[in-house]
Each structure stands twice: as C-alpha cells, then as structure tokens.
C-alpha cells in the first residue's frame, strides 16, 4: 500500500523536471549565443554626434539588444580625417568580421561606404546631410539596393527655405536679403550650400552667396577656419544682410559660431538650437532622441536578418525649431505665429556668446 | 351622384387638408431646423475662427511675452485678418471685424473691399456672442453671427453674415419640395383610399345596390358575391335571407290576390246575375199597364238596382286600379258625341233639381282621337254626378277645350301625335273647404261623413277618377269656395287619329249609331242556364222584335246551331255540361255554320277576362245587366 501511494508523486515530480528542462533549454541556447558585433566609425569627436552615439545605443538596449549579451561596440572615432577613417575601420574588420558598421556624420559614411562596398557587411548610417549628394541612395524615401542604409538628420533646404522666407516677408522690404552661405569644403557643407542655392529661385525674399572656405580636420584646424570665416564675412559685409550656417563640424562649434556672432552680421539660419540661444534667428534641427531611435530601430532589423537593400533612406519625420527674437527684430522682421508655435520652449529674446 | 363619387369628393377634401397640414408643418419645421442649423453652423464657425485666427495668437503673445511688442500684435492681428479672408472666400461667408469703438476695421468677402453700412450699430449689443437677421440697407439683408473679442491690445468685434436670400433660397427648395412631396403624397393616398375602399366599401355595397334593385323588383338572388367575414359580408347574408322571404312574401302574396279576383270575379258574377234579373224584370214590367203608384215603385226598384250595380262597379274598379289590373282601350272615338251622349241624362236629372246644365266645347276638327272612351265617360259621369249631386241650386256647366301641348300641365310625350284635352266641371254646390281639398281624391273620402249619410255613394268615385286620370297620364285638380261651388279640372292627353282611322271609324259609327232603324227579324239563339235571365233577354229581345229560341247550356247550343236554323247567338259563359266559351270554340271550329255572330253574356265585370272570351271566337260581349239599347246595338252591328 505505500508503495503505491509513492508512485503517482515520483511521477509528479518527473513530469516537474521534464517540464523545466524544456522551458530551460532555449533559454540557455540564447545565452550562450555570441553578441552581434556593432562597429561604430563616428566622423569626428562632437558633442552632437557623441550624443547620437549614445541614444543609438540606449534605443538598442530598449529593443532588447543588451550591451555585452546581445550586442557588442567598437567605437572608433576618425577626428575628422577620411583616411583614418578607413584605416580604423579595416583594422576593426580585419579583427573579427563585424555584424553591422554605423557610420556617424558623411566623412565616416563616405569611409564606411568606399571600404564595405562590395562586402556583405551591412552599413548603416546617421547624422548625414545628403545622402542623395553622397551618392549612398538616388532619392530620399528609396533604397539604396546594396548594403547600404540610414538616415539623414537634416531639415530638407525647402523647408528652411521657407520658413526663413516667412519671418523675413514681415519686415515687408522691397529688396531680398542678401545672406551668404557661410561653408567649408566639409562635404555635407557643400552639399546644403549646393541645395540651398538650387532650390533659393522659390523664394524671392531672399538672395543666397556661397562663402566658401577650406575644411580643416582636427581640433588644429578650427581657429583657422573660424579666422577664413571672419575673413570672408569682413569682405562681403556690406553686400550681406545676413549669415546663413550650413551642415558640418563648423555648426556645432560653439567657438566658430562666436566667431561669427562676434562679427555684427546677424546668423539668419542655423541647423542647431543651441545657435539660436546664441542668436541664430532661426534653428532647424532633429533631436538626438529622434535620430538614436530611427538608427536602432534600422539596426535592429539588420541584425534580426533584413537585408540593408530592403531598408529606405529616410529622415526624421519630426524637427524641433528654435528662434531668437531678437535677431528677428535686428533685420527688422517679426516671427510669425506658426514659427513662434513650432519654436515653442526654444524662443529666445537675446543674442549674446555661449560656451 | 354614385356613392363612390361622393366618398371621393367627401375624401379629397380630408386628404387636402390632412396633406396640406403635415406639409404646412413639415415646411415650418424644416424651415425653423434650417435656421437653426445655420444659426448653430455660423455661431461653430465664429466660435472656431476666433479661437483659432485671435485667440491662439493672443495667447501665444502672451505666454511669450511678446504682446508688449506692437510690431507683433500687429503683425498678428494681419495674419489673423488674412485667415479670415480665406475662411471669407471658402466658406462664401462675408466675415466684417470692427473695433470695439464701432470703426471699421476689416470686411472679408465685400465687393471691392468696400465696407458696408448699417452693420456698426449693432457692435454695441454684442458683448459676448450675437445670431439674428440684420437690414443694414437695402440689399444688404443678411443673417449673422456675432462675436467679441475683448483684450487690452485686441479688441474686436467679429461678424459672419450670409445673406438672407440665401437661406431663403433654401427655405424656397424646401417649400417646393414639401409641394411636390405633399402633392405626390395627396396623389398616393387618395389613390391608396380609392382603391382601399373601393374594393372594401364601394364594390360592396355595388353588390348590395344590385341585389337590393333584384329583391326590389322581386327578383329573386341565391347569393351575393361578398365573402368577407364583416359587416358587409353579414349585411350581404342578411339580404339573401331577406330575399327569400320576400320572395315567399310575394309568393303568398300573389296567392292572395289571386284569390281575392277569384272571389271579387265570382262576387261579381253571383251578384251581377240575379241583378240582371232584377233590372230585367223591374224594366220589362216598365213597359207594362201600371198605376202611378206601382210605376213608381218599379222605377224605385230600377234605380236602386242602378246604384247597386254602380256600387258593385266602383268596388270592382277599385281592386282592380289597385291591383295593377286596370287596363285601358286605345280605340278611336268621336269625343262630341260622347260629350253629347253623356249630358243628356244629367239634363233629365239636372231639371228635376232645378239646375241648369250646360256644356261648352271649344274642340277643333275632327272630333275623332284615340283613347279609352269607357274610362273617359266613367270620369266626366263621375264628375257631373257629383256635380249635380252637391249642388242645390244654380248650374253645372262642362268645359271642354283643346289646349296646346306648351299649355299642357304635364309634360307631353310626342306633341305631334297628341291632343291634349281640358275638361272642367263648374257647379255652384255647396262647395269644399280648403282643409278638405287636398284628401277629396283619396278613396273613401267625403267631404264628410254627413255626406254620406245626406247623399249617400261610397266615396269611391273621385278617387276613381283621380286614377284613371293618372293612368292616361293626365292630370286633375280642384278649386272649391266653401258655399260658393267648386271646379275639377282635368286634363287628359289623346292620341290623334289617322285618315284611315277615320274611315273605318265613320262605317263603324253608321252601323252603330242606331237609329233604332227597324231591325231584320234573326232566329236569335239565348244560351243561358238561369232561367230568370233568359226570361229577362228573351223578352228583351222580343221587344226588339226577334225569334228567340232558348237553350240551357252549351251542348244543346252547339247542336241548335248545327242544325243551320240559328241567325244570332247571346251565350252565356257560365253554364253546365258546357260553358259558353267551349261551345263557342266548337262552333267557330265546325266544318259549317261557323260564321254565326256569337255574343257573349257574363256577369263577370273584369274586362281583362273578355278578350278572353273574344279570343275563343265571340264577336262581343255584353256584361250583366244590359241594356234593351245595348242589344240592340250588338244587333244592329253583327246582325
């Protein structure tokens, strides 16, 4: 008789094991897979884009690639030079064949895209300008067809076009505003300086000048380029109304843009919010927040098996808007109330340097 | 006017009203509903423009602090004007935005941007939110929503105005769609009440109409086709049964009355008979050696028999007009003489009275017409009698006249082929009370009831005239002074005769006239059972100067004339072993002396029942009592 009371718990209790050992099973599978490797290739060091860097990899551990056990980064930074750029990256490849490159910022996608292509290495790009001047898609919205995707972080030129020419309409001036488009030869300058002046025939209120001067890579070359700046401004300061900043490392250099402010000429447009706190009228941008969650989200279907190829270049669907009243008010205009709305927390009554 | 046409005209009215009321009420309410939606549309648009096109910008200047800047009010308060343009142009709403001070700021959808007058003074009433209809001026009708927007650096007064007509022209697509609902509606219902209740109520109660007319005429229905388990349908069953018992109504009915002329026939004959021996004898003995006071006494016996058999003739002329039965001849008569034959015994009894009688005729030629001479002489003896009987004094005068047929009281027929004659009898008698006059041709009617205890008649007569006169589609009235006398006038449409007519009616009339020429001596045959009418024709006959033989039935006369001895033959019709009518037939049907000329004897007054007795092969028949005159006549014509 107690024998055969023992019997159906002795069954229990394998069925017990039995179950768990199942449930157990792919669990260990998984764990004991080994983490997809990222290579990261930033452009250069910038808090910009070293703040992409880290949202792209806070929105990859949301998604369920944890660092370490999922997921593993290389993050080499190329300081604004193509070469080292490349080399890094090959050494990086040569190392262990990584699942995915990110390239931050055009200099380290054009890198990324002249090393990988060919490859079926998959790359994946943010914070670049143009892609289609680039050559990496032949239209925005598209695919690129190869192993190549990303997203631009930039305000389409029509649209800072526009608005610009909106604030600039109120001061109801019979002549357009001269603005120079002051850019280096930092390929994502020229290329918004290039689209800038294509699409400026929409918009009669204004009169664009490109005010180019050479790009200089590293932290060695910025006072040469803020001095080339100065200079140009200098030179062209009474046939200008105004300074328009364009995408590139110069951008978000706070010393080039005192330098500029520095001058007297108001900045009409800049791609940066914090430049309108310092006195740009307007300020166009995509958030960090945005760009990390739309690059981790691609990277995120790359490593679970889409194939780059499938993936459409895009943009950020949202911006956030800056304006600075002040400098409104210098070139004698008002900002309209759709723009004052946009800006929302970022309006800005005074012009002054930042650090 | 059928009843279906009545229900209809009696429903369109309802159906008119009824439609006419929903589409008066269905017009009002959409036309209330059409401007509320407007009211409610405008007030929603306003509300939303001013929230959207002001007040955002009012306060984004505020929470940006920039409403201090003037550059910036105004340059909001422009965008905020070109966002009420384009709601101007897109909505086709004219929108006028004044300050609060009353001045004209803006007027979107204006012609030429001219601002309009007459829209400033209502600024003052609006303090929040305003809807109504405005006349600025003329031409400018318009209804509008108006709202304020009151802040120290913006202070507007907004109004959204459509004009009226607009509105109106919607208020006019709805009138002309409820009439053309309304009217298809009237269309659809009196159309769905037709045919409900024509196959409910109409077709129906035709049914009903038809069997209604069938029982009427005592036709007799097995079924109405009304199956319906309703009113109509219960109706329908109720006329059926009805149908059948008025049909063994009739059925007894008819029984009845044909007992009633069985026994009226056989009253009469057992009357008419022993009567005819009565005046036979009370005549014949006329004739003979008699006292005064015994010639008396027999002409007593004559003239009460008179009244008797006068009696028992208004009695039967009175069954039989109520019948139905009374038939008149349509024969050619010479009117002048029956007007002369007929005055010459009032003028004996008219003289006894101390009366004077008259007559005067405006006829024209020829006297001859057609129409019941029997029944014309009973009224104007009737009428004269009367007369004579009722007045005590003075005259009685009888006017005859032609009168044409535009002057006739009743409608004529075929004016061409009718004669329309006027007869009045004028006495000086007592005369009749107005209260009287109208019931003196209803039967059994005196003047009253000392009348006939003074004159005695059974009150039969005028009633009598008043219906044969009816029955000749003429026409009879009375004007009567109490005292003073009275007047009956008659009138009575004849038919006009043809030359042909006349020809056979002037041979006729010689035969008949007689003249009492002397008359050939006929071995005259009498066929009759009764004994004391055979005494009374054979002696009769026998005045008349004729051979009579007498047989008792028919049998013994069908014999005596086979024997060829027989000139003349008086048969009765009632008679044992073989009625007058049997013997004629066997006679009439003999290989010889079938020519004989037979008249009839009967006591029976239906004349109705002579043709049937002319039809079994009798020349004439003479009805109990005759006369010696009419004897003679018959004589004179067939001997």
């Given at each position: 008789m107690p024998s055969i009371r023992s019997r159906p718990t002795h069954a229990f209790l394998k069925l017990l094991f039995l179950g768990l050992c199942f449930w157990l099973l792919p669990q260990s599978a998984v764990a004991s897979e080994t983490p997809k490797r990222i290579v990261i290739l930033q452009t250069l060091s910038s808090t910009f884009l070293e703040k992409s860097t880290v949202r792209f990899r806070a929105e990859m551990t949301r998604l369920g690639?944890?660092?370490?056990?999922d997921v593993s980064y290389t993050v080499l930074n190329a300081k604004g030079d193509y070469g080292r750029a490349k080399s890094l990256l090959t050494s990086a490849i040569d190392e262990n064949t990584p699942d995915l490159v990110v390239t931050v910022a055009t200099l380290a996608t054009r890198a990324g895209r002249d090393l990988l292509s060919g490859t079926k290495i998959p790359q994946m790009f943010l914070i670049v300008t143009d892609p289609v001047g680039e050559g990496?898609?032949?239209?925005?919205?598209?695919?690129?067809?190869?192993n190549i995707t990303g997203q631009s972080h930039v305000v389409p030129v029509e649209s800072q076009l526009a608005l610009v020419s909106q604030i600039l309409q109120?001061?109801?001036?019979d002549t357009p505003f001269r603005i120079g488009?002051?850019?280096?030869?930092?390929p994502s300058a020229v290329s918004e300086s290039a689209q800038l002046r294509a699409a400026a025939?929409?918009?009669?209120v204004v009169s664009l000048t490109d005010l180019g001067f050479p790009y200089l890579p590293g932290d060695s070359g910025r006072p040469e380029m803020s001095k080339s700046a100065v200079e140009l401004i200098t030179t062209h300061k009474d046939s200008l109304d105004g300074i328009w900043l364009v995408a590139g490392p110069n951008q978000t250099n706070l010393d080039f843009v005192n330098t500029v402010l520095a001058t007297g000429m108001?900045?009409?447009?800049?791609?940066?919010i914090r430049n309108a706190r310092l006195g740009a009228m307007l300020a166009l941008q995509s958030t960090v927040e945005l760009n990390g969650r739309a690059a981790a989200e691609a990277a995120s279907a790359i490593l679970s098996?889409?194939?780059?190829?499938?993936?459409p270049v895009t943009r950020p669907s949202k911006f956030i808007a800056g304006v600075n009243v002040l400098t409104a008010a210098r070139l004698g205009a008002v900002i309209p109330s759709g723009i004052l709305e946009l800006a929302q927390e970022n309006v800005f009554y005074r012009q002054g340097r930042g650090n | 006017m059928s009843l279906y046409t009545k229900f209809i005209a009696a429903i369109i009215p309802i159906v008119l009203l009824g439609t006419g009321a929903l589409g008066y009420w269905s017009f009002t309410h959409s036309r209330d509903v059409l401007y509320r939606t407007e009211q409610q549309s405008m007030n929603l648009r306003l509300e939303s423009a001013i929230d959207q096109f002001v007040d955002r910008r009012y306060r984004l200047l505020e929470t940006t602090g920039l409403n201090s800047l003037t550059s910036y009010v105004d340059q909001y308060k422009s965008e905020a004007l070109t966002d009420f343009r384009t709601l101007s142009q897109k909505t086709g709403r004219r929108v006028l935005i004044f300050n609060r001070d009353g001045s004209a700021l803006f007027c979107g959808g204006c012609e030429d941007d001219l601002f309009p007058d007459g829209?400033?003074?209502?600024v003052s009433d609006v303090t929040d939110k305003l809807f109504g209809t405005h006349y600025a001026a003329p031409g400018d009708h318009a209804v509008f929503s108006a709202a304020g927007f009151a802040k120290p650096e913006w202070n507007w007064v907004v109004l959204l105005t459509i004009p009226e007509s607009v509105v109106s022209k919607d208020v006019e697509d709805i009138r002309l769609a409820t009439i053309i609902v309304s009217l298809a509606s009237i269309l659809a219902v009196a159309g769905m009440i037709a045919w409900v209740s024509r196959s409910l109520l109409v077709t129906p109660i035709l049914k009903l109409k038809l069997a209604a007319d069938s029982i009427a005429r005592q036709e007799p229905i097995s079924r109405i086709d009304i199956n319906s388990n309703d009113e109509l349908g219960r109706l329908a069953r109720d006329m059926e049964m009805m149908s059948q018992a008025t049909h063994d109504y009739v059925e007894r009915a008819n029984a009845a009355n044909k007992a009633k002329s069985g026994f009226l026939a056989t009253m009469s004959h057992e009357i008419r008979t022993p009567l005819n021996g009565v005046l036979g004898i009370a005549q014949l003995l006329e004739d003979t050696d008699l006292n005064p006071d015994q010639q008396r006494k027999v002409s007593n016996i004559v003239a009460s028999g008179k009244t008797l058999l006068a009696i028992i003739n208004d009695v039967l002329d009175m069954s039989r007009i109520e019948s139905g039965a009374m038939e008149l001849e349509d024969t050619v008569f010479d009117l002048k003489e029956l007007l002369s034959s007929i005055m010459t015994p009032f003028q004996t009894a008219a003289g006894q009275k101390g009366l004077t009688i008259r007559g005067e005729y405006a006829l024209s030629e020829p006297a001859q017409m057609r129409g019941d001479p029997v029944r014309l002489r009973q009224i104007l003896w009737n009428l004269l009698s009367n007369a004579v009987k009722f007045t005590d004094s003075g005259s009685v005068v009888l006017t005859v006249k032609e009168v044409s047929a535009d002057a006739a009281p009743t409608s004529v027929p075929s004016p061409e082929t009718t004669r329309g004659i006027r007869f009045a009898v004028t006495d000086t008698g007592t005369g009749i009370a107005p209260d009287r006059q109208a019931s003196?041709?209803?039967?059994?009617?005196?003047?009253?009831s000392s009348i006939t205890r003074k004159?005695?008649?059974?009150?039969l007569g005028l009633s009598i005239v008043s219906q044969i006169v009816e029955l000749m589609g003429g026409q009879i009235g009375i004007e009567s002074e109490l005292g003073k006398g009275t007047t009956i006038d008659v009138f009575i449409p004849f038919g006009t005769v043809t030359e042909e007519d006349l020809a056979l009616t002037k041979s006729a009339s010689l035969a008949?006239?007689?003249?009492?020429?002397?008359l050939p001596v006929y071995k005259v045959l009498v066929a009759e059972d009764n004994a004391i009418n055979a005494m009374v024709v054979t002696a009769v006959l026998e005045k008349l100067g004729q051979s009579v033989k007498h047989v008792e039935n028919g049998r013994e006369a069908v014999d005596e004339v086979m024997r060829g001895e027989t000139d003349f033959v008086f048969m009765d019709?009632?008679?044992?072993?073989?009625?007058g009518i049997e013997a004629t037939r066997e006679i009439r049907a003999?290989?010889?002396?079938?020519d004989v000329p037979i008249i009839g004897l009967t006591a029976?007054?239906?004349?109705?029942r002579h043709s049937e007795f002319r039809n079994a092969g009798m020349n004439d028949v003479l009805t109990k009592p005759f006369t010696e005159d009419q004897l003679f006549k018959v004589l004179s014509r067939y001997g």
């Open positions: 690639f944890k660092d370490g056990t990496f898609v032949s239209e925005m919205g598209k695919t690129s067809g190869s109120t001061a109801r001036r488009i002051l850019r280096s030869t930092y025939h929409q918009f009669p108001p900045i009409v447009n800049s791609g940066n098996g889409t194939n780059p190829a499938d993936i | 829209w400033g003074e209502l003196i041709f209803e039967a059994f009617t005196q003047e009253d004159f005695g008649g059974t009150g008949a006239s007689g003249e009492r020429r002397t019709v009632h008679m044992p072993e073989m009625d003999a290989a010889s002396h079938n029976e007054a239906f004349v109705e």
